[in-house]
């Protein structure tokens, strides 16, 4: 008997008493397979009115955001913009009724949602891999009548095929699984189970468990199982016991000895499944274990779920052998931050041995953590801080910026401790009264906080310079160089009495007037400016506060790009008060696959009206990139793409940040990427950085005909066939160093993954460059070319970019 014939045997003698599901199926079009149309039958349409209804019709050439095709047949649909339904109408007798679905993830970074209802019932189920599986939800119908069978993606891009409503009754069936197993990210070849590793080294393996049953789960057990070619390592025990099911008294590792089905041996760790910490309807991320092939081939490890005493799940994970790179280069002129280095639940000797090593590998110089503000009041170092001492002393780390998403809450001592002592006596001028009159104590009004409220001062702004100050404090092998708030991305408005009366007086208004309903009416722009007014002052306190322990200190905002949320109707400049006592705004630009121009004409609108940038009184600019939220991980084609269509845009960027950089550390594969592209930004930052942008000594000149019509989506995000709509930049820096002349960067702007054909003509004579003593260096293919008036260019073959560097001869 094979494993997987084995296997099978096993899962249907682990058989629940659950009812059978029967014939017929009671939907319509249930495979979106119908000759009179894919769709017919079904309403698609937003589940709320607001926002713009996104879906897409998914055949054997894609159509979607991600590479999604139909299970089965020649028709699917993924469901794109969020608060989205499919739904159709069905006519039932009184009885249980299973709604079912095979559904992937189709490009969603966050974690998407898909909820199933039926009438007025629902369960919401996590979909998190991009792999088909089967999600379903079992109804009770008590009196007969027709209802909406409704499926409803609450975020991006959920891809669905082969829906069933089926009446449950009769003889048990083998039932279908309701726990699945998932590496974190989970997006691309990690769905199918590929976790890579670099040879010579541990790597950590991130796992997630989701349950889509609640009423099937019961005190759940993981199982481990490596071969006697993988070594396993780090298990955090401290986690798995406060994080065990309520029924258990202490949770432990047992580890034992065993053969797998072939015979060969193999080491068993078995331990508690965590309980559903989030709700159980969200997935728990537990963390996992290390991992090392000290042979640096290919090998395997199995993870099973067992449940009520059955094995109930199982997945094996291929571990595919990378070597680190050959060449690395870390900028030294360009920031590469990552937001959120370490996993807290990765055991401390792990990411001794890791961490700092592969942060260095990746080539990036600042190192950004959170929480270090909460755990301030600690007498000894963290485990966070042990592993950044070490990256300090060992790999040449210089620089590390705390983050933190707390700044106004912990009034009362609620949401967040501060780690100080409680108030000696309330003070109800500090809280924040919502807009029904209610009071929320946890939170700092802004009023309060921008007049430097001593409450505010003694809690959070005091935390906030502790967190400076402690690696001193503690004598640790570096200092918090930088400091990033996101706690300030948005207005936080009250409307107590006091900042109503203070609204009032600064406007000129009889107070009377200073109501919510005129605030919110015929003063809502003036009450606007007003709060914008407030948030300037509480941000510049922040900085005030933190310059004051240390007047070298980077202080960063994760503002939107111009101002907070909430302000975005006033004039840009207005918007932008706050960014005059900062550094750098890190704007998070997060889409997934955007090779578009939106990002990059932000900042250049920002540079032309001189709101970025220090020298014209305002922050320079950091732009924040997602690598993973924790299911996709971005392709890294396109990482590339944005990293030079920012950077090359103005000369108020100064580096890219990276969120959630913890992400980064689970995929091997992720890690040498973008250590090539740090690694190609270091050789060319120069240019950035010191040069001169003269775009006029380059044109590049479309080619007619060159691209031919794909099916993909058009500027308004509906699906067609189409020619895409191709815009190339051309800019180019000059530096004359070294033999070093001019950088070109080609950067071809579209709502697809498409470049173009053209011709890219030089200006030799304003170039200062002589045919045979200079060369043309294309950094993306590593090849030399004669340098020549006119060349052709194909940004279509790598990567919607290209970098031409016009070099002398002698530089290699």
């Not at 409704?150 to 039932?175: C, H, K, N």
């Not at 944005?642 to 940040?657: E, N, R, T, Y």
């Not at 260096?777 to 008036?789: A, D, E, M, V, Y």
């Amino acid at each position: 008997m094979n494993r997987q014939t084995l296997f099978a045997c096993l899962l249907a003698a682990a058989t629940l008493a659950l009812p059978a599901c029967a014939a017929p199926n009671l939907l319509t079009n249930p495979g979106f397979e119908d000759a009179a149309g894919w769709l017919h039958g079904w309403t698609v349409e937003r589940a709320d009115p607001a926002g713009e209804l996104y879906y897409y019709h998914l055949r054997a050439g894609g159509g979607g955001h991600g590479d999604a095709r139909p299970r089965t047949g020649a028709h699917a649909l993924e469901i794109y913009s969020p608060n989205t339904c499919l739904r159709q109408s069905v006519t039932l007798s009184p009885g249980t009724y299973r709604l079912s679905t095979w559904a992937r993830n189709n490009g969603d970074s966050g974690g998407p949602r898909l909820i199933l209802a039926l009438g007025e019932q629902q369960r919401r189920v996590p979909v998190l891999s991009d792999r088909y599986r089967r999600y379903y939800a079992d109804f009770t119908v008590e009196t007969a009548g027709t209802l909406q069978v409704q499926l409803v993606s609450t975020s991006l891009g959920i891809a669905v095929d082969d829906l069933a409503l089926e009446r449950l009754e009769g003889e048990p069936e083998p039932p279908l699984p309701y726990l699945f197993i998932d590496l974190q990210p989970s997006g691309g070849e990690r769905s199918a189970n590929v976790q890579t590793y670099l040879r010579g080294m541990k790597q950590w393996v991130d796992l997630t468990i989701s349950c889509i049953d609640p009423q099937r789960l019961g005190v759940a057990e993981l199982e481990v199982r490596v071969p006697e070619t993988v070594r396993l390592s780090g298990i955090n025990e401290k986690l798995l016991h406060n994080w065990r099911p309520f029924q258990l008294s202490q949770a432990t590792v047992a580890t034992t000895r065993d053969t797998d089905e072939a015979g060969r041996a193999i080491t068993s760790y078995r331990f508690p499944c965590p309980r559903f910490v989030n709700g159980i309807e969200n997935p728990v991320g537990f963390g996992g274990f290390f991992v090392e092939v000290p042979s640096g081939k290919r090998a395997e490890f199995e993870v099973r779920i067992h449940d009520h005493g059955r094995l109930v799940s199982s997945e094996r994970f291929q571990l595919v052998p990378l070597q680190p790179p050959a060449r690395q280069k870390t900028p030294r002129l360009l920031k590469t931050l990552s937001y959120c280095v370490q996993d807290w639940k990765a055991d401390l000797q792990g990411r001794l041995e890791t961490t700092p090593r592969l942060f260095k590998l990746m080539g990036l110089n600042v190192w950004s953590e959170y929480q270090i503000t909460r755990l301030n009041a600690k007498a000894e170092p963290t485990a966070e801080e042990q592993v950044m001492a070490r990256a300090a002393r060992e790999f040449g780390v210089r620089e590390f910026w705390p983050n933190f998403s707390e700044l106004l809450s912990g009034a009362n001592g609620q949401i967040m401790d501060w780690g100080t002592s409680p108030q000696a006596e309330e003070d109800p001028d500090q809280y924040l009264v919502r807009a029904d009159g209610s009071v929320d104590k946890s939170h700092f009004n802004m009023r309060y906080a921008a007049n430097m409220g001593k409450a505010w001062v003694e809690t959070a702004l005091k935390a906030h310079q502790r967190t400076i100050t402690r690696p001193r404090d503690l004598g640790l092998p570096y200092r918090h160089s930088g400091f990033i708030t996101d706690a300030l991305e948005g207005l936080y408005f009250s409307y107590d009495p006091a900042t109503l009366a203070d609204f009032a007086r600064q406007k000129g208004i009889d107070p009377a007037e200073a109501t919510v309903a005129n605030v919110n009416g015929k003063y809502r722009m003036e009450w606007i400016s007003y709060n914008n007014a407030l948030y300037a002052r509480v941000a510049a306190n922040l900085a005030a506060a933190l310059r004051e322990v240390d007047p070298s200190l980077k202080v960063i905002n994760t503002a939107s790009p111009f101002g907070p949320i909430g302000s975005y109707e006033l004039p840009r400049r207005e918007q932008m008060e706050w960014a005059r006592t900062y550094d750098y705004t890190m704007p998070q630009w997060y889409s997934l696959r955007y090779f578009g121009s939106l990002y990059s004409d932000t900042i250049e609108l920002g540079t032309r009206e001189k709101l970025y940038g220090r020298g014209n009184g305002y922050a320079d600019v950091i732009p924040l990139l997602c690598n993973s939220m924790g299911t996709c991980t971005e392709d890294l084609s396109c990482i590339r793409f944005k990293v030079f269509d920012l950077i090359s845009a103005s000369p108020h960027v100064k580096g890219i940040g990276y969120y959630i950089g913890t992400n980064a550390f689970a995929d091997a594969r992720w890690m040498v990427g973008i250590s090539r592209v740090h690694t190609l930004l270091a050789d060319v930052e120069e240019y950035y950085a010191q040069g001169t942008r003269r775009d006029r000594l380059a044109r590049f000149v479309k080619l007619p005909g060159g691209i031919k019509k794909i099916e993909g989506m058009d500027d308004e995000g509906r699906q067609t066939t189409l020619t895409p709509k191709v815009e190339t930049a051309c800019r180019v820096h000059t530096l004359r160093k070294g033999g070093r002349l001019a950088l070109i960067t080609l950067i071809s702007h579209c709502n697809q993954r498409v470049g173009e054909k053209g011709r890219l003509r030089l200006d030799l004579k304003a170039l200062g460059a002589t045919p045979g003593k200079a060369v043309l260096f294309n950094h993306l293919t590593g090849k030399t070319l004669p340098l020549r008036p006119e060349i052709t260019v194909d940004t279509n073959a790598t990567g919607s970019l290209a970098l031409l560097e016009v070099r002398s001869a002698t530089v290699k």
